[in-house]
């Protein structure tokens, strides 16, 4: 297997600017309705079209990242994924604030 790299090393999570992975989700077509999930390889699938190819467990790493600093809702477990933007959210059931613990 070969191994992405940017500038002579590996490729990281820094190497995929939030923006763009944000942005690949939003124009990804989603499942419609109120929380209008993206499945996890139309959401990969639009970032390497855009970056070329990305390492799955770095693809998910990148996910997980966002998802921490609540840029990102939905499943992050590596599964079909059920991604979408937190801004997108109107249930509020997935992307609902942190208990004040995160609060720094
Ligand atoms: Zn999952
Ligand atoms: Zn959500």
Request: aromatic share 6%; charged share 25%; net charge positive.
């Amino acid at each position: 297997m070969s191994i992405r790299l940017v500038d002579g090393r590996p490729m990281q999570c820094k190497h995929i600017p939030d923006d763009v992975f944000l942005e690949a989700v939003r124009r990804t077509p989603g499942t419609g309705g109120s929380n209008n999930w993206r499945m996890r390889w139309e959401v990969q699938a639009a970032l390497e079209a855009q970056l070329g190819h990305i390492p799955e467990r770095l693809f998910l790493a990148k996910a997980r990242q966002l998802h921490d600093a609540r840029k990102l809702g939905g499943c992050m477990c590596g599964c079909r994924g059920d991604y979408h933007l937190t801004e997108e959210c109107h249930d509020g059931y997935c992307c609902r604030p942190m208990p004040s613990k995160a609060s720094t």
